[in-house]
């Protein structure tokens, strides 16, 4: 039973505009959690980072944002550029390090 | 700066044949893994080692198995590759919070 649970597999948006991905966990445990970003024939690349203590992060155009109520957390990129389109993937991990990962999300940005 | 290196890129096995996938790092990390990625899926840990001479399953290990001699080597070995083991591979090191991951190893099993 998958821990880290992406329910959108696909999200189309405007050059320009706001990209919200969503993900759900349901292990408590899990304290710490990561967005990657992946471009075809290429391995994940870290994107960003939330610790439990923390309900938001920023990094320029990227902010995650977490509801430990809700084991809700969800990456804001404003604005979209054509060079986001990729598949996201959220995971989480907790205090072993062991990475549980969501099915990714595929970003398309339109011009 | 090489990072975390997997040969070979494309891999197509009849069923039943052995092999074994290379990973490499170059960044003196301890703790290395190896994943699955399967569609609908996303990641799947296989195997993971938390330092030289130390292995452990991860939560998909039946058909694979894995050694650390070095801190720089993961070997990834099929022992007997089944149609259900086609996917695509991705070695990570990590050194905190900051996880590498390799290319990615396309296998084929037919």
């Known amino acids: 039973d998958q821990q880290v649970k992406q329910n959108s597999p696909s999200l189309s948006v405007q050059e320009g505009r706001i990209s919200i991905l969503n993900c759900d966990y349901t292990?408590?445990?899990?304290?710490?959690f990561l967005w990657y970003k992946k471009y075809p024939a290429e391995g994940p690349t870290f994107l960003i980072s939330?610790?439990?203590?923390?309900d938001k992060n920023e990094d320029g155009r990227f902010t995650v944002f977490l509801n430990k109520s809700a084991k809700h957390l969800s990456l804001h990129i404003v604005p979209s550029q054509p060079g986001d389109s990729a598949v996201y993937f959220c995971?989480?991990?907790?205090?072993?390090?062991?990475?549980?990962f969501g099915a990714g999300t595929t970003v398309t940005v339109r011009a | 700066n090489a990072g975390v290196t997997q040969t070979p890129k494309f891999q197509v096995l009849k069923t039943g044949q052995s092999m074994t996938l290379q990973c490499a790092q170059d960044?003196?990390?301890?703790?290395m893994s190896w994943y699955r990625q399967d569609p609908g899926m996303g990641l799947r840990l296989i195997h993971y080692?938390?330092?030289?001479?130390?292995?452990d399953q991860g939560e998909v290990p039946n058909g694979y198995n894995v050694s650390r001699s070095t801190t720089e080597d993961f070997p990834l070995r099929l022992l007997s590759a089944a149609p259900s083991q086609t996917s695509v591979y991705f070695c990570?090191?990590?050194?905190?919070?900051?996880?590498?991951f390799g290319q990615g190893t396309r296998l084929t099993v037919v």
């Open positions: 990570a090191s990590r050194t905190g919070e900051s996880i590498f």
């Open positions: 292990n408590s445990m899990f304290d710490y």
């Open positions: 939330i610790s439990s203590i923390k």
């Open positions: 995971a989480a991990s907790a205090f072993d390090y062991k990475l549980s």
């Open positions: 960044m003196n990390h301890e703790y």
């Open positions: 080692s938390v330092g030289a001479g130390i292995t």
